[in-house]
Protein backbone atom coordinates (compact mmCIF):
# COMPACT_ATOMS: atom_id res chain seq x y z
CA UNK A 1 0.00 0.00 0.00
CA UNK A 2 0.99 3.25 -0.64
CA UNK A 3 2.05 5.70 2.67
CA UNK A 4 1.40 9.37 2.33
CA UNK A 5 -2.45 10.33 2.88
CA UNK A 6 -3.12 6.14 2.66
CA UNK A 7 -1.47 4.48 5.79
CA UNK A 8 -0.47 7.69 7.40
CA UNK A 9 -2.82 10.81 7.75
CA UNK A 10 0.71 13.40 6.32
CA UNK A 11 2.23 14.21 3.34
CA UNK A 12 5.59 14.13 4.69
CA UNK A 13 7.33 16.27 2.18
CA UNK A 14 4.80 18.76 3.51
CA UNK A 15 5.76 18.53 7.18
CA UNK A 16 9.77 18.83 6.18
CA UNK A 17 8.67 22.00 3.39
CA UNK A 18 7.25 23.39 6.60
CA UNK A 19 10.73 23.78 8.38
CA UNK A 20 11.43 25.30 5.09
CA UNK A 21 8.78 27.87 4.69
CA UNK A 22 8.06 26.22 1.61
CA UNK A 23 4.73 24.37 2.38
CA UNK A 24 2.08 25.83 0.64
CA UNK A 25 3.81 25.75 -2.37
CA UNK A 26 4.77 22.40 -1.78
CA UNK A 27 1.10 20.90 -0.73
CA UNK A 28 0.16 22.92 -3.54
CA UNK A 29 2.48 21.12 -6.32
CA UNK A 30 1.89 17.91 -4.40
CA UNK A 31 -2.18 18.34 -5.05
CA UNK A 32 -1.49 18.60 -8.52
CA UNK A 33 0.75 15.44 -8.91
CA UNK A 34 -1.79 13.43 -6.90
CA UNK A 35 -4.48 14.21 -9.38
CA UNK A 36 -2.11 13.49 -11.99
CA UNK A 37 -1.85 16.90 -13.54
CA UNK A 38 2.02 16.89 -12.89
CA UNK A 39 4.98 14.47 -13.86
CA UNK A 40 5.53 12.78 -10.70
CA UNK A 41 9.38 12.75 -10.94
CA UNK A 42 9.35 16.33 -12.00
CA UNK A 43 7.21 17.37 -9.03
CA UNK A 44 9.01 15.24 -6.77
CA UNK A 45 12.46 17.12 -7.72
CA UNK A 46 10.74 20.48 -7.50
CA UNK A 47 9.45 19.67 -3.94
CA UNK A 48 12.49 18.10 -2.96
CA UNK A 49 14.73 21.24 -3.96
CA UNK A 50 13.01 23.52 -1.67
CA UNK A 51 14.07 21.20 1.05
CA UNK A 52 17.89 22.16 0.47
CA UNK A 53 20.00 23.76 3.36
CA UNK A 54 18.16 22.21 5.80
CA UNK A 55 19.50 20.67 8.91
CA UNK A 56 19.27 16.47 8.64
CA UNK A 57 17.80 16.32 12.02
CA UNK A 58 14.28 17.91 10.35
CA UNK A 59 13.77 14.63 9.20
CA UNK A 60 13.23 12.86 12.52
CA UNK A 61 11.35 16.07 13.50
CA UNK A 62 8.98 15.03 10.83
CA UNK A 63 8.86 11.92 11.55
CA UNK A 64 7.34 12.93 14.91
CA UNK A 65 4.33 14.68 13.20
CA UNK A 66 3.08 11.42 11.49
CA UNK A 67 0.16 9.79 13.03
CA UNK A 68 -1.11 6.85 10.84
CA UNK A 69 -4.45 7.01 9.62
CA UNK A 70 -7.15 5.48 11.46
CA UNK A 71 -7.84 1.85 11.17
CA UNK A 72 -4.05 1.73 9.77
CA UNK A 73 -2.84 -0.20 12.52
CA UNK A 74 -5.97 -2.68 13.22
CA UNK A 75 -5.68 -3.81 8.75
CA UNK A 76 -2.10 -4.56 9.05
CA UNK A 77 -2.01 -6.52 12.12
CA UNK A 78 -5.58 -7.97 11.19
CA UNK A 79 -4.04 -8.99 7.66
CA UNK A 80 -0.51 -10.33 9.14
CA UNK A 81 -2.87 -12.38 12.15
CA UNK A 82 -4.15 -14.20 8.65
CA UNK A 83 -0.66 -14.25 7.07
CA UNK A 84 -0.78 -12.03 4.53
CA UNK A 85 2.70 -9.59 3.70
CA UNK A 86 2.26 -6.07 3.81
CA UNK A 87 4.29 -3.85 1.66
CA UNK A 88 4.89 -0.31 1.78
CA UNK A 89 5.51 1.33 -1.61
CA UNK A 90 5.81 4.61 -1.43
CA UNK A 91 6.67 8.27 -3.36
CA UNK A 92 7.69 9.08 -0.60
CA UNK A 93 11.30 8.78 1.87
CA UNK A 94 12.91 5.91 3.12
CA UNK A 95 14.34 7.71 6.59
CA UNK A 96 10.33 7.71 7.48
CA UNK A 97 8.95 5.18 5.70
CA UNK A 98 11.60 2.50 7.36
CA UNK A 99 11.51 3.03 10.79
CA UNK A 100 7.28 3.23 10.30
CA UNK A 101 7.04 -0.45 8.71
CA UNK A 102 9.36 -1.36 11.34
CA UNK A 103 7.06 -0.60 14.12
CA UNK A 104 4.24 -2.34 12.34
CA UNK A 105 6.55 -5.60 12.14
CA UNK A 106 6.39 -4.88 8.14
CA UNK A 107 9.75 -6.40 6.63
CA UNK A 108 9.06 -5.32 2.83
CA UNK A 109 8.98 -1.62 1.82
CA UNK A 110 10.37 0.57 -1.62
CA UNK A 111 10.81 4.62 -0.96
CA UNK A 112 13.08 7.48 -2.23
CA UNK A 113 16.25 8.80 -0.20
CA UNK A 114 17.20 11.92 0.57
CA UNK A 115 20.38 13.21 -0.44
CA UNK A 116 22.41 14.24 3.20
CA UNK A 117 26.50 15.70 2.48
CA UNK A 118 27.68 17.41 5.87
CA UNK A 119 24.61 17.15 7.76
CA UNK A 120 22.43 19.21 5.46
CA UNK A 121 19.65 18.35 2.72
CA UNK A 122 21.10 18.51 -0.79
CA UNK A 123 17.43 19.44 -2.63
CA UNK A 124 18.04 16.24 -4.37
CA UNK A 125 17.05 12.37 -3.83
CA UNK A 126 19.41 9.60 -4.47
CA UNK A 127 18.90 6.30 -6.34
CA UNK A 128 16.10 5.28 -8.43
CA UNK A 129 12.58 7.71 -8.09
CA UNK A 130 9.67 5.54 -7.24
CA UNK A 131 7.01 6.68 -9.52
CA UNK A 132 4.19 5.28 -11.02
CA UNK A 133 5.46 2.69 -12.73
CA UNK A 134 8.24 1.94 -10.18
CA UNK A 135 5.38 1.44 -7.54
CA UNK A 136 3.43 -1.20 -10.23
CA UNK A 137 6.60 -3.07 -10.35
CA UNK A 138 7.54 -2.98 -6.59
CA UNK A 139 3.99 -5.14 -6.23
CA UNK A 140 5.26 -7.36 -9.24
CA UNK A 141 8.14 -8.11 -7.85
CA UNK A 142 7.20 -8.82 -4.07
CA UNK A 143 4.23 -10.97 -5.39
CA UNK A 144 7.07 -13.06 -7.21
CA UNK A 145 9.62 -13.22 -4.73
CA UNK A 146 6.79 -14.66 -2.15
CA UNK A 147 5.29 -16.79 -4.35
CA UNK A 148 2.25 -14.77 -4.66
CA UNK A 149 -0.18 -15.30 -7.76
CA UNK A 150 -0.62 -11.33 -9.22
CA UNK A 151 -4.49 -12.38 -8.84
CA UNK A 152 -3.96 -12.81 -5.06
CA UNK A 153 -2.59 -9.37 -4.63
CA UNK A 154 -4.39 -6.35 -3.08
CA UNK A 155 -2.67 -2.54 -3.59
CA UNK A 156 -4.61 0.47 -1.71
CA UNK A 157 -3.90 3.86 -2.42
CA UNK A 158 -5.45 7.33 -3.10
CA UNK A 159 -3.05 8.95 -5.80
CA UNK A 160 -1.94 8.97 -9.42
CA UNK A 161 1.25 7.61 -8.68
CA UNK A 162 -0.99 4.55 -6.91
CA UNK A 163 -2.50 3.80 -10.57
CA UNK A 164 -0.43 1.49 -11.90
CA UNK A 165 0.16 -0.62 -8.63
CA UNK A 166 -3.62 -0.72 -8.51
CA UNK A 167 -4.29 -1.98 -11.73
CA UNK A 168 -1.88 -4.69 -11.56
CA UNK A 169 -3.20 -6.08 -8.49
CA UNK A 170 -5.69 -8.43 -8.39
CA UNK A 171 -7.76 -5.90 -6.50
CA UNK A 172 -7.45 -2.42 -6.71
CA UNK A 173 -8.58 -0.24 -3.52
CA UNK A 174 -8.65 3.49 -3.75
CA UNK A 175 -8.82 5.04 -0.38
CA UNK A 176 -10.09 8.59 0.04
CA UNK A 177 -8.94 8.97 -2.97
CA UNK A 178 -8.65 11.21 -6.11
CA UNK A 179 -11.28 11.10 -8.74
CA UNK A 180 -9.15 9.29 -11.53
CA UNK A 181 -8.29 6.81 -9.00
CA UNK A 182 -11.72 6.29 -7.70
CA UNK A 183 -12.42 5.09 -11.16
CA UNK A 184 -9.63 3.27 -11.87
CA UNK A 185 -9.61 1.03 -8.75
CA UNK A 186 -12.06 -1.96 -8.16
CA UNK A 187 -13.26 -0.69 -4.81
CA UNK A 188 -13.28 2.93 -3.60
CA UNK A 189 -13.79 3.51 0.36
CA UNK A 190 -13.43 6.34 3.06
CA UNK A 191 -12.63 7.36 6.45
CA UNK A 192 -11.18 4.32 8.38
CA UNK A 193 -8.55 2.13 6.36
CA UNK A 194 -9.75 -1.27 8.27
CA UNK A 195 -12.81 -0.87 6.01
CA UNK A 196 -10.39 -2.36 3.89
CA UNK A 197 -11.35 -5.71 4.97
CA UNK A 198 -14.74 -5.76 4.62
CA UNK A 199 -13.64 -5.99 0.68
CA UNK A 200 -10.40 -7.78 0.77
CA UNK A 201 -10.93 -11.90 0.71
CA UNK A 202 -9.00 -13.16 3.34
CA UNK A 203 -9.01 -17.01 2.81
CA UNK A 204 -7.19 -16.82 0.15
Request: charged content about 25%.
Amino acid sequence: MDVDSTLIQQEVIELLAERAGTREEVARVTEAAMRGELDFTASLAARVATLAGLPESVIGEAAADVTLTPGARELVWTLQGDGWDIALVSGGFAEIVGPLAESLGITLFRANRLEVVDGRLTGRTVGPVVDRAAKGQALREFAEERGVDLRDTVAIGDGANDLDMIAAAGLGIAFNAKPAVREAADVAIEGRLDVALEVIDRSR
